[in-house]
Each structure stands twice: as structure tokens, then as C-alpha cells.
């Protein structure tokens, strides 16, 4: 089982998105069952969640974990393809974001269009690899920092700007035969404190 995967199959997505095969996919993520087994928890009957279950597993976000014989019956236990999934903007072609539009590094609305590229391209590029059987070279770099005042902050974006674009002016190599095309993309944004309950609203801290 994968810790995370992107789903970007309209179908796929519209099949994760119907609740019970929501809570169907919460379960099996959990631990593998068969559809006796999940019919008790989700309150429907075998045969309806059975239905449920090839409809998950057609669209690969199912798979088979083990299939056992009880008495005359063949029992199938499934299991979740992964922990968590991701729909990418792919799922939605003709209305995914563009950052390319516009580019305003102070806009929170130019940041969501640039992680919705971020989940689209390494979804595209984590698919080829794993269908060319390769490895796949990425990094990531997550922190946080506690600024004392909105100066210091401003003054960060200019210090970091300044040293990123250094190395970017360092190691570029746009005639470089053999080379490969790689995006940067850093994100600065306030921190999400943790929600209580799933009723309250998510605040931001200033």
C-alpha cells in the first residue's frame, strides 16, 4: 500500500468522492475486509457493498489483498490501494488552475494555483515512473519559522528571494545537452492551527 497517491481520472475521482465509497475506502485503508465484513460497519447490505467495491476496485483505487475459502465460499479480502488520496486539477482539465495567467507572488490565490500544479505534475510524473518502472528524483524541504513582526517577515521574502534566485543564476544550464528541466517552487504562508472539531471553522495565525 502506497502512504499517498493522485487520482486524475474523472471517473476515478467522482467514484472516491460518493460517500459511502468514501467511508468504504476509509475503511479498507485501515485493514484489509471482504464485503460481509464492511457491511456490518457501513449499515448497508453485502451484496450493495460489494457493488461499491467493484466500482473501487475498476477504477484502481481497490485491490485484492487475499482470497480464502470459507466451506463452498470464496471469500475476497480487499484492501485500499493507498492511505490517502490527492484528486489532481487534471480531473478537471478544462478548469484546472493556471499560474501561468497571472503571476502575483503576494497573492494567497496565485499560491493555491501553483500547488494545484505542484499536485497535478508530480501526480503525472509519479504515474510514468511507476508504469517505466523507475525511480523517480524529487526533494522537498518543509519548516516553519515564527516571524516577531510583519518586517521581519517582508524582509525573509526579500532575503530568500535574493538567495534562491542566486542559485538559480548559479545552476542553470539552458544549453546543457543531456540535461533535464527542473521547476522550484517555495511556498511562505501562516500557519493552520490545529482544529478541535470538525464543526469549527479553520483559523490562521496573524
Known sequence: MLDVTVIEDPEAA??????????????????????????????????KVNYHLKALERHGLVELAVERRKGNVTERLMRATAASYVIS?????????DPDRFRDQLSARWLLALGARLVRDVGTLITGAARARRPLATYALDGQVRFASAADRAAFVQELTAGVSALVRKYDAPDAEGGRDHRVVIALHPTVKDQPSVKDQPSVES
Open 14 to 47: 467522482a467514484v472516491s468522492l460518493d460517500p459511502i465509497r468514501a467511508r468504504l475506502l476509509a475503511e479498507l485503508a485501515a485493514e484489509p475486509a471482504s464485503a460481509a465484513m464492511l457491511a456490518g460497519r457501513v449499515g448497508l447490505p453485502r451484496q
Open 89 to 97: 486539477p487534471a480531473a478537471l482539465p478544462a478548469v484546472q488552475p
